[in-house]
């Protein structure tokens, strides 16, 4: 497999705390890569360093690469709002703008200059499909994104995420929020998009991580512990460490 | 004295004091309207006000309160705006930042007979504008300018984060997350905001003796060229507004019935800022009913 993300001696400081600590890691191309571990230990972070969202926050320090397709992300030349378009992200609680459900699929296109009628149906439309929405919303496209249920939300998010067209979808404990029966439905449409996305998940829940991606990566206080296929980190683990979280004995 | 004996003195004393200024306040308004509504009529609200004689109105001092009004909006709406999202979306938090917010701080609860007479030297002398309308309104737009600051970073700070990450990590740029996503989610809080702002205005008058003045030209209302001295619309011609009229007549007026007109002229205030706090109220909930619709 390819890497699509590649991760080079990486720090990240919050002022003097030391969030990251010598991150390498490279993430595959068309795959679902999972970041576990406990609370605090950095998951979040890092994957908030794809796309750039830690820049918001005051104080944060970087040093090391983190490289997308070859490209140096926090290089002077890379402009961050291009940046996020190619990487989208969905969050832990679903967020629809107060919009109807079409207007929160057409923003993102819109406001990067679509605004031909035909040509944004298609997008929203595409979207929705993608996102596996697509049967239960068709009918009330002009309705509140907030008169569906929390699981409807998120994957209208996601949808809302694939319509700027990303390469990377960027999960942040996605489903946390969650029933199970939405869990899993969100699970099934990662399954489906990791043939066209590059998927990094961040989950609490050791197995969604177990049952959903190909790599999984094990973090505690900012260091990367394990790495390995998912299967060969769950089944038998190097460290000691990887093995005692993963069997219950902390986090 | 046992913990549920102190609660039930501490809860009559809360609801006694409670009770006392909703009597006083109800008192007030009772009293004014009370006393001055039996005297507004159709007439009174449109015509002229007579110097010596009975049966003056206040016709030209409400079209200046309300002219008055839309003036100092045009120039407070803007800037403050302007400044509460930089204030809140912009300014790094630092020393310079806070010592911005205190000053505006201050700047809110300077007496608005102060602000008068700054209008009077800086305004209307020293740059020149005479007793006028604009002098008014930007004697006014010194204490509005705060309120408006105030409500406008309020209501941004009050926008949900993850509202604001969704759209940045959409790939868009932060104006355009201001402009398209923040500013509706915000648009109740500083819509009613800028109302109650308003309703201030309407009923000001120490800040405007000096600066609006204390006298109307012979207004003609057929005349509706703005740079005729006559016309109603001319913004630097003097002014008297309502709330200016009433103390006028109250401490100098000569007509005969000057108690009725200054009684009749304050319940019209009253019921105007009673309007506008209303209309705020309902435009509040409207929005806010609006934007998180369920349909």
Redesign the interface.
Known sequence: MNSLIEINDLDLFYGDFHALKHVNLEIPEKAITAFIGPSGCGKSTLLRTF?R?ND?I?GTRIEGKVEIAGTDIYSKEVDV??????V??V?Q?P????KSIYDNVA??PR??GISDRKKLDEIVETSLRSAALWNEVKDHLK??A??ISGGQQQRL?IA??LA?EPDILLMDEATSALDPISTLKIEELAQELKDRYTIVMVTHNMHQAARVSQQTVFFLNGEVVEYSETEQLFSNPTDQRTEDYISGRFG | MSAKTADKIATAVIVGVAAFIVLVLAGLLGFILYRGVGHISFHFLTSAPETIRKGGGIGPQLFNSVFLLVLTMIITIPIGLGAGIYMSEYA??NKITSGIRLIVEVLSSVPSIVVGLFGLLVIVNLFGFGFSLFSGALALTVFNLPLMVRITEQGLKGV?R??K?????????KW?TIT??ML??AMPVILTGTILAAGRVFGEAAALLFTAGMSSPRLDFTNWNPLSPFSPLNPFRPAETLAVHIWKINSEGLAPDAAQIAAGASAVLVITVLVFNFAARWLGRYMYRK?????
């Open positions: 796309n969202m918001m005051a709002e291009t940046l996020r378009k190619r989208g992200m969050f609680q967020n629809p703008f107060p923003y993102g406001l990067h309705r509140s907030y008169s998010c809302r995420a700027v | 790094p938090a949900p993850e509202q990450e969704a759209s940045l990590a959409l790939g868009l740029s355009k398209s996503v509706p989610i934007f998180t619709a369920i349909k």
